[in-house]
């Protein structure tokens, strides 16, 4: 059986090393698909939970290189992602943990060579949301597995921040002081409004949703392009071709994970199996002969169990559930 999570191939993580995500775990920018391969990984023996301990501690040691600064350590990220690759068969643990040890050394001096130019770091658990109140009392919901950064001086001389995952901004107006979110590929600028942002590595496009006020939006390489996107309308930016575009919101999904509400009418399975991942922070597996089962059917606050149920009912489906894994099948529509 050909398996879709979420909309996305299986076959996308089925070799990856877990402890080669580590880093990004640490530093709060793992996918939530990523860190639920990981959580599975740890749960799989004791040894690969003390594997994950003793790393844990030798990233904590290295504290001082998780703040941002104007120094990028991008690529220090990378050569320590690279330390945590799988090494040749007979090597033991400990020759894996003294390769990532050399590693957060060169992090952790680039580190403080950073530390005058830190800032703050805000970031949500992998499988729950986070709330923050920024210096200038702009108001962020952070989805689960999302990061939010920001240099020092922030509110007073400057309202740039850096955003990795998906995050709801209630901002505090100010026209001497454009908030400017850096997502990826994309920025968005402001001066006071509410709008979300959907900016998850694993997507092919960065999507802005506008609820009151404007935003403008733009791709980077080519600001002048910019489009000025009102309340009631979403912006996609894709980040292979930079085309910019604009959609009336159809319906509340895009902010589900932040409102409660969601709404399909004829949605095809697989894009509902997306919606609840996003809301629910689960694992959806869905077998190819349900995929375009469509969906008709409204929530408000409701549980994935009773969301669960309904579909089952509606569909006839087949729903299985283990750990944060859920599996639906069936005969087909």
Request: charged share 25%; aromatic share 6%.
């Amino acid at each position: 059986m050909c398996v879709i999570v979420a909309g996305i191939m299986n076959n996308e993580y089925q070799h990856t090393d877990p402890v080669g995500l580590l880093p990004k775990v640490f530093a709060g920018e793992a996918t939530p698909e990523e860190n639920i391969l990981v959580e599975d990984w740890r749960a799989a023996n004791p040894e690969n939970q003390a594997e994950y301990d003793a790393i844990g501690k030798l990233w904590n040691l290295s504290g001082v290189a998780a703040e941002p600064g104007e120094i990028d350590l991008d690529a220090e990220w990378r050569r320590m992602e690279s330390a945590m690759l799988p090494v040749r068969s007979g090597k033991s643990v400990v020759m894996r943990i003294m390769q990532i040890a050399a590693s957060l050394v060169i992090v952790t001096l680039l580190g403080i060579m950073a530390i005058k130019f830190s800032g703050s770091t805000e970031k949500a658990p992998a499988a729950a949301l986070a709330s923050v109140i920024l210096p200038d009392g702009t108001s962020v919901s952070l989805n689960a597995g999302s990061v939010i950064t920001y240099k020092r001086g922030f509110g007073s001389t400057h309202r740039v921040l850096n955003l990795k995952g998906e995050a709801w901004f209630e901002v505090k107006k100010n026209p001497e002081l454009p908030f400017i979110i850096s997502a990826g590929e994309a920025n968005i600028r402001v001066t006071g409004t509410k709008f979300n942002v959907k900016a998850w590595r694993r997507l092919n496009d960065v999507r802005v949703t506008v609820t009151e006020g404007t935003v403008n939006f733009y791709n980077k390489i080519e600001p002048e392009k910019e489009i000025v996107l009102h309340a009631g309308e979403t912006g996609l930016m894709n980040k292979s071709t930079r085309l910019m575009t604009t959609r009336a919101t159809g319906n509340s999904n895009d902010i589900s994970w932040k409102t409660g509400i969601i709404d399909f009418h004829d949605t095809p399975l697989i894009e509902v199996a997306e919606v609840l991942s996003n809301t629910y922070h689960r694992k959806i597996e869905l077998d190819p002969a349900v995929m375009t089962c469509p969906v008709t059917v409204r929530f408000e606050n409701r549980e994935l169990d009773a969301v669960l149920n309904v579909l089952r009912s509606t569909l006839n489906l087949e729903i299985t559930t283990k750990g944060k894994h859920i599996t639906i099948s069936g005969k087909g529509c």
